[in-house]
């Protein structure tokens, strides 16, 4: 069966740091892989999108970057962390644009 | 422009009453509904999907989803609620894109 990870569960972080945020998905191959974050009370925002390695789709413009270096791989960065990037952030895979999305249990980040 | 909305931010039911949730949404072709989960610090978890075919739709845990094309509408429900279905709903759709779309949820509170 298909399981997906990620870590940490918990970060706080200053305002200005960097940031790497891990998915790794199991038991499939070459799925479409997301990056959504949700911030208190509201709905979900997709930020980026993979359905390949190295290939990657954003949807917002701000100061996160998404990579993809390994099939299963998804990776969440930041150069300069904002107040406004905190949140919960979940990454997602599914088997096909038309699938449904698989959710990771999240990452609750805070940014001081 | 496509969306998805969930008129009730915050429903409160007794357990063993009746629930439905609803769901509209605003979308010229075919759409892909989904209906998600999320306990509170957790990932989201997939109830129920509706590609095609019968437009009632079972789901686990108990809950079922009508499709109406005449109404954009993709209501869940579910017979007699129990306590554990405490949680946030969130519908989705799936656009033509590689882009699903999730209206802001609707938080549900059971009553002893």
């Known amino acids: 069966s298909q399981t997906i990870h990620q870590w940490p569960a918990t970060l706080v972080q200053p305002v200005g740091s960097p940031l790497s945020l891990e998915c790794t998905v199991e038991?499939?191959?070459?799925?479409?892989l997301y990056w959504y974050r949700q911030a208190a009370g509201r709905g979900l925002q997709l930020l980026f999108y993979s359905v390949g390695i190295g290939q990657i789709s954003s949807e917002v413009p701000q100061n996160l970057s998404a990579s993809r270096p390994q099939d299963r791989q998804f990776i969440l960065s930041s150069k300069k962390l904002l107040l406004s990037d905190s949140g919960f952030y979940l990454c997602a895979w599914s088997a096909g644009i038309y699938n449904e999305q698989f959710f990771g249990p999240g990452t609750r980040l805070t940014v001081l | 422009a496509q969306s998805v909305t969930q008129p009730d931010i915050h429903i409160t039911v007794s357990e063993g009453a009746s629930l439905e949730l609803r769901c509209n949404y605003s979308y010229g072709a075919t759409p892909y509904l989904f209906w998600y989960v999320q306990s509170p610090g957790q990932g989201l978890q997939l109830l129920l999907k509706?590609?095609?075919?019968?437009?009632l739709v079972q789901g686990i845990k108990g809950f079922e989803a009508e499709f109406k094309r005449s109404q954009s509408s993709f209501n869940l429900r579910k017979p007699s609620v129990h306590w554990s279905d405490a949680a946030e709903y969130f519908c989705?759709?799936?656009?033509?894109?590689?882009?699903?779309?999730f209206g802001a949820g609707t938080r549900l509170t059971v009553k002893p």
């Open positions: 509706y590609f095609s075919g019968d437009t």
């Open positions: 989705a759709v799936v656009l033509n894109n590689n882009d699903m779309r």
């Open positions: 038991g499939t191959s070459n799925p479409n």
